[in-house]
């Protein structure tokens, strides 16, 4: 059984950094991408970074580029957001995500190509 664990979630005050884990179990880690998303109170879940199955390739939405980065350990099974300079638009839960990928150097940024997705763990940052 498939299973993605976030952890270091939390409260922080805007311009703190943040390092969100994801430990994954059940599944071939180096054989997928690995992606975040998040999802504030009453909007749709967004994307917010993408990493391709060697690490090698990074993709980040608008709101994290220049802030967060995304790195994975493919000998550990986990992904990695680091998240500076926090914004109090940054409060949601975020959620990583696990997509088979052919290839080594494909990340997905949409959510419907994820097979796989975590419980979440919440991020809020006060002003």
């Known amino acids: 059984q498939v299973q993605l664990v976030e952890s270091g979630g939390g409260l922080a005050q805007a311009g703190d950094s943040l390092r969100l884990s994801c430990a994954a179990f059940?599944?071939?880690?180096?054989?997928?991408?690995m992606g975040w998303f998040r999802q504030a109170p009453g909007k749709e879940r967004e994307f917010v970074a993408t990493?391709?199955?060697?690490?090698?390739?990074?993709y980040y939405a608008d709101s994290a580029k220049g802030r967060f980065t995304i790195s994975r350990d493919n000998a550990k099974n986990e992904a990695y957001l680091q998240m500076n300079s926090l914004k109090p638009e940054d409060t949601a839960a975020h959620y990583c995500?696990?997509?088979?990928?052919?290839?080594?150097?494909?990340?997905?940024?949409?959510?419907?190509?994820?097979?796989?997705w975590g419980q979440g763990t919440q991020v809020t940052v006060s002003s």
């Open positions: 995500a696990a997509a088979a990928a052919y290839y080594s150097g494909t990340y997905f940024s949409a959510a419907k190509q994820y097979n796989y």
């Open positions: 059940g599944l071939t880690f180096d054989r997928h991408a």
């Open positions: 990493i391709s199955r060697s690490g090698g390739r990074t």
